[in-house]
């Protein structure tokens, strides 16, 4: 490949790259967003879902009830998988197939160690490329790639929950 080619494959690579960027900034352009209610929660997670092209890991980090699953229900939505209401509590990962995108929805909270999840094939659901979500990644921080999205969800109130992206920038 020549060199003329080359600049313009990494510049095509870096405008997608910021078009990308600018998408999420988007959404967070005020910074954390307070949601109010679950279903608030579930249309953040439509309006990420909307906006995903493939391959991105996002690391869903909040304490028990903070809203993980709901949020991650919304992503489903908006990537329009159908059974989004499937919650992976009871086995490690749920893979969605059906959507606009693959996506497999993670939970770590019931992982014994690292080693299981390398048992269940991690290492092969990223060099996939598909959407990885996955709740309580702080669990396994060493298992998540560097390019991760982070979304941390706090309590604010019974009803109130604090949403902030953290993308490592
Ligand atoms: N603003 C809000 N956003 C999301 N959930 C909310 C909100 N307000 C109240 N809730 C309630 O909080 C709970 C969130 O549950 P959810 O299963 O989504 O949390 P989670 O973070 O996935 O928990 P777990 O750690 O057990 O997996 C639900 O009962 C929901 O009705
Ligand atoms: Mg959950």
Redesign the pocket.
Known sequence: MRVTELTIQSDNKQAKFHSIMQKWHKIFKNGPIL????E??KQLGREIGKILHGGEVLG?V????????????GIMEGLEVGDSAA?P?FSLVHEHTDGRLPVCHF?F?RLKDESELYGIGWDDYLDRGDILVV??ANLCPNAMPHDTKWVL?EHQG????LVTLDMGE
């Open positions: 949601t109010h209610s679950p608030e929660m869903l909040g304490n028990l009830g903070a809203g993980k699953t709901h949020l991650t229900q919650s509590t939970d909270y709740e309580w969800i019974p009803t109130m929950r």
